[in-house]
Each structure stands twice: as structure tokens, then as C-alpha cells.
């Protein structure tokens, strides 16, 4: 089955500590991207990157961090100087031709920070 | 600043009924408008989009009407069912921004049976 995958599903993490959630695709698409959700702010935009080894700030790119070393995956790492990272985090990807690209979106990945 | 206004925040509508949720940009270089449903727990997945050359598109119960010299558009659902309730996002895009999504804050929808 084609489609994104976001692992842990939930993700619990001290203060002071850096976590990694992981984000695979299988669609063969070029743009990936890392998005944000709080109750009541909808989607905000952390990183993007639209081929690999490239990647640019989003809206909120502070205090956390990406790579893309192979096309398929795209990690976001949410470090220490990330001051409230408890949140929903979204990862989705589209093609890059075109000039109306879908998001297809993974299932998310909770992180509460205790 | 947020680009895309979307409204209401919530909205209950009985089974039957029709819901309306509207949306306005400021940004008239905007040539994409999709909107998004996201069901608790889930991630968002397009339900419908729109260009703006044309005033409407409908897919089902699902319209969305566009009214580009207001800068306004709107998802309307008919015949709303239980299986609905969700949160809908519209959100826009251009090639000047590498196609971006710029997205409303939402509006959950709840129908009641």
C-alpha cells in the first residue's frame, strides 16, 4: 500500500531531551513537510523540503530541526530549545510538477512532554 | 498574520441538514483552494479543491462555490450525516510561495443524529 507512515504513534519525552519522529513515504514524492497542530491554531508549517538534501524553515522552525538524506524519509527532531514542543506533528508530502499539489498526510504523532 | 480567514470556529447541524463554512484570503496571487477534512486522532486528507476560474465544483454532497472578486470561498455540505463530524480546513496556494499551503484555523463540525 502506497502512503506515509509516522512513527511512534505517541511519543512521551522529559524535559531537556531531544526526540526524533520519523516520517516514510512510498509515494515517490519530491516535497516533504512537518506541520504542527494545537486545539484552536490549525496547521502550522515547521520545514519543508521539496528535493533532497534541501530543506527550508517553515513558520516555526525554532527549536527544532530536519534532514533529508534519501527521498523517501524526512526526520524531524524536536530539541531541547523547543520551549512548549507538547503537540499533534503532522508529516505529508506531494508531488513537486505541477500546479495544484495535494498534501497527502501521515497519522500523526502525539508528543507530551512530561 | 494570518492570510486565510476561516469561519465559523464551530457549528452544529442537525442530520438533514446543510452546513456552510466559509472562507477569505487576502492574497489575490492565491490559484489553489483546497479544502481538507481531519477526523480526531487522524491526519488531514483532501475532500475537494477549487481554481479560481471557475465559480463552483461539486463532488457529491461536497460544493465549494468561489467568488473571486469578494476573495471568499465556501464549502457547503447538503444532506449532512452523523459521519461528518469532523474538523474541515480550507487553505490556499501559489507558485510563489513553492505551492505552500496557507491554512485556515479550522471549523469542527459536529451533526447531531
Known amino acids: 500500500d502506497g502512503g506515509i507512515t509516522q512513527s511512534p504513534k505517541y511519543l512521551f519525552r522529559k524535559e531537556g531531551q531531544n526526540v526524533t519522529l520519523s516520517c516514510e513515504q512510498n509515494l515517490n514524492h519530491d516535497a516533504m513537510y512537518w506541520y504542527r497542530q494545537d486545539p484552536g491554531q490549525g496547521l502550522r508549517l515547521i520545514y519543508y523540503?521539496?528535493?533532497?538534501?534541501?530543506?527550508q524553515k517553515g513558520d516555526i522552525a525554532e527549536g527544532y530541526s530536519v534532514s533529508r538524506e534519501k527521498k523517501e524519509s524526512f526526520p524531524l527532531t524536536v530539541t531541547s530549545a523547543q520551549k512548549n514542543p507538547t503537540a499533534f506533528y503532522l508529516c505529508a508530502s506531494s508531488i513537486t510538477s505541477g500546479h495544484y499539489n495535494e498534501q497527502f498526510f501521515g497519522p500523526g504523532t502525539r508528543l507530551t512532554v512530561l | 498574520q494570518q492570510q486565510v480567514k476561516q469561519s465559523p470556529q464551530s457549528l452544529i447541524v442537525q442530520k438533514g441538514g446543510i452546513s456552510i463554512i466559509n472562507c477569505a484570503y487576502e492574497n489575490t496571487a492565491f490559484d489553489y483552494f483546497p479544502w481538507y477534512q481531519q477526523f480526531p486522532g487522524k491526519g488531514p486528507a483532501l475532500l475537494i479543491a477549487i481554481r479560481p476560474d471557475v465559480s463552483e465544483k461539486k463532488e457529491g454532497r461536497f460544493t465549494i462555490s468561489f467568488n473571486k472578486s469578494a476573495k471568499q470561498f465556501s464549502l457547503h455540505i447538503m444532506d449532512s450525516q452523523p459521519g461528518d463530524s469532523a474538523t474541515y480546513f480550507c487553505?490556499?496556494?501559489?507558485?510563489?510561495?513553492?505551492?505552500?499551503?496557507?491554512w485556515g484555523l479550522g471549523t469542527s463540525l459536529a451533526v447531531n443524529p
Open positions: 487553505a490556499a496556494s501559489n507558485a510563489g510561495n513553492n505551492r505552500k499551503l496557507i
Open positions: 523540503s521539496q528535493i533532497v538534501n534541501d530543506f
